[in-house]
């Protein structure tokens, strides 16, 4: 059972206050790109997990655990144990979302594998765990996974993991610079509330985020220029603090024309939105010729979430 499933980038991260489980509250408004880990499982004597490159990529995936603590493995446990199975699968996983990027692969992984393991194990004609399920149990796993399970365009809500669908027109065309060596999701978000202490506004005290609507007008009308100045992400202060040398990929895709420009989540990757295909294709080549990125890939979206192929 082999499962596609796409890279996010948040089109706006608000950050609100720390809760007492030491999460922030978000309004975090995801959109799935074609970026895609495949996800292969198979009935195995044991559990097994295999990690590798996607043909064509370039992904470094020696930090990915290729154990039982990966993040998909232990999706199959919890499927598993909801249909009263063995978790017996041999997990393949072939990457070509960025390690460590904030662009939530290792949840996507985790998302594939719960729609793989259903699949595969829940061979009733009623299927117990519907998609719906499978969105409820990604957010056991981790606060991007249901994001990953749904695909498209979400605003998610809670600690991100409470998803309504947004509408949008069209497509949109995105350019990502990816950087060597990933970022740590945590140490992003302890630097977040760090600055914050710092700039007097207490981390407990931060005002609630909210959606922002000319956001959302933008994404109902397919306005990408509109879109690309509504984009936002809270967390980017901290990624540019942890990492000073974003600032310079963010400004050289400004320049080169892009009409947005971001720190995709945690980072460090950084996004940039383009007004058509043409653009993107132009604007990936000069970011390219400019030397400031490890890799540059093009994406649009927003497309479906984990999808058997
Ligand atoms: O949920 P997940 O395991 O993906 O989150 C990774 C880390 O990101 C958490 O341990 C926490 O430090 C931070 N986080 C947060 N608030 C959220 C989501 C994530 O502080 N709403």
Same mark, same amino acid.
């Given at each position: 059972?082999?499962?596609?499933?796409?890279?996010?980038?948040?089109?706006?991260?608000?950050?609100?206050?720390?809760?007492?489980?030491?999460?922030?509250?978000?309004?975090?408004?995801?959109?799935?790109?074609?970026?895609?880990?495949?996800?292969?499982?198979?009935?195995?004597?044991?559990?097994?997990?295999?990690?590798?490159?996607?043909?064509?990529?370039?992904?470094?995936?020696?930090?990915?655990?290729?154990?039982?603590?990966?993040?998909?493995?232990?999706?199959?446990?919890?499927?598993?144990?909801?249909?009263?199975?063995?978790?017996?699968?041999?997990?393949?996983?072939?990457?070509?979302?960025?390690?460590?990027? $904030?662009? !939530?692969?290792?949840?996507?992984?985790?998302? &594939? +594998? @719960?729609?793989?393991?259903?699949? =595969?194990?829940?061979?009733? /004609?009623?299927?117990?765990?519907?998609?719906?399920?499978?969105?409820?149990?990604?957010?056991?796993?981790?606060?991007?996974?249901?994001?990953?399970?749904?695909?498209?365009?979400?605003?998610?809500?809670?600690?991100?993991?409470?998803?309504?669908?947004?509408?949008?027109?069209?497509?949109?065309?995105?350019?990502?610079?990816?950087?060597?060596?990933?970022?740590?999701?945590?140490?992003?978000?302890?630097?977040?509330?760090?600055?914050?202490?710092?700039?007097?506004?207490?981390?407990?005290?931060?005002?609630?985020?909210?959606?922002?609507?000319?956001?959302?007008?933008?994404?109902?009308?397919?306005?990408?220029?509109?879109? $690309?100045? !509504?984009?936002?992400?809270?967390?980017?202060? &901290? +990624? @540019?603090?942890?990492?000073?040398? =974003?600032?310079?990929?963010? /400004?050289?895709?400004?320049?080169?024309?892009?009409?947005?420009?971001?720190?995709?989540?945690?980072?460090?990757?950084?996004?940039?939105?383009?007004?058509?295909?043409?653009?993107?294709?132009?604007?990936?080549?000069?970011?390219?010729?400019?030397?400031?990125?490890?890799?540059?890939?093009?994406?649009?979206?927003?497309?479906?979430?984990?999808?058997?192929?």
């Amino acid at each position: 059972m082999t499962v596609r499933v796409p890279a996010k980038v948040n089109l706006q991260l608000g950050v609100g206050p720390i809760r007492d489980d030491g999460y922030h509250d978000l309004v975090n408004v995801f959109h799935a790109v074609s970026l895609f880990d495949e996800v292969t499982v198979e009935p195995a004597a044991a559990p097994e997990v295999r990690v590798q490159a996607a043909p064509y990529s370039r992904v470094s995936v020696a930090d990915v655990p290729a154990d039982q603590d990966n993040l998909a493995a232990r999706a199959a446990r919890l499927v598993a144990g909801r249909l009263g199975v063995d978790a017996h699968a041999a997990i393949r996983i072939r990457k070509a979302i960025p390690v460590a990027g $904030g662009m !939530a692969g290792g949840s996507a992984d985790a998302a &594939a +594998a @719960l729609v793989a393991c259903a699949r =595969l194990w829940d061979d009733r /004609d009623e299927p117990v765990l519907d998609r719906a399920s499978l969105v409820e149990l990604g957010a056991e796993l981790g606060s991007d996974v249901p994001f990953a399970v749904l695909g498209g365009t979400a605003v998610g809500v809670g600690r991100g993991e409470r998803l309504t669908p947004a509408l949008t027109r069209g497509t949109f065309h995105w350019v990502f610079a990816t950087a060597d060596g990933g970022l740590s999701t945590p140490a992003v978000y302890a630097e977040c509330d760090r600055l914050r202490a710092e700039e007097g506004t207490e981390a407990g005290g931060a005002p609630a985020a909210r959606v922002s609507e000319p956001l959302m007008t933008a994404l109902a009308t397919g306005d990408a220029k509109g879109l $690309g100045a !509504a984009l936002a992400n809270d967390l980017q202060p &901290a +990624a @540019l603090a942890l990492r000073p040398s =974003l600032g310079r990929v963010l /400004d050289a895709g400004r320049e080169l024309g892009a009409v947005g420009a971001l720190v995709s989540g945690s980072g460090p990757t950084c996004a940039f939105l383009a007004e058509d295909e043409e653009d993107a294709a132009d604007l990936a080549e000069a970011l390219d010729g400019a030397g400031v990125a490890a890799q540059v890939l093009r994406a649009y979206g927003p497309v479906p979430g984990a999808t058997v192929v």
